[in-house]
């Protein structure tokens, strides 16, 4: 079994940075793909960047790339989320992910384990 705890969430104006973490326990992660994702109210839940079991092939939505960089450090089974440009449309709970195989799915479905989430907010 595997843990799943996300921080780093919180209120930013528009044009500011966060970064979020998510960091697995339990049992080492080194061999996972790992996601994050998010979730606005009344919306479905859709990826928002996703990286394979050793940091070498990245994944992210359109509406994020070249704002928000993911990163991992394999040491401390620790997944990052470096987001910067926020925009109020990137206010969401957000939603890390562990994948049970080495390569990445932008699938929601294909993730065995989840934390519960850490709310970003973005005021215009």
């Known amino acids: 079994q595997v843990q799943v705890v996300e921080s780093g969430g919180g209120l930013v104006q528009a044009g500011g940075s966060l970064r979020l973490s998510c960091v697995a326990s339990g049992r080492t992660i080194s061999s996972n793909a790992m996601g994050w994702f998010r979730q606005a109210p009344g919306k479905e839940r859709e990826i928002v960047a996703a990286i394979n079991w050793n940091g070498g092939a990245t994944h992210y939505q359109d509406s994020v790339k070249g704002r928000f960089t993911i990163s991992r450090d394999g040491v401390k089974n620790t997944v990052f989320l470096q987001m910067n440009s926020l925009k109020p449309e990137d206010t969401a709970l957000y939603y890390c992910?562990?994948?049970?195989?080495?390569?990445?799915?932008?699938?929601?479905?294909?993730?065995?384990?989840w934390g519960q989430g850490t709310q970003v907010t973005v005021s215009s």
């Open positions: 992910a562990v994948r049970s195989m080495l390569w990445y799915s932008a699938n929601a479905n294909d993730y065995a384990y």
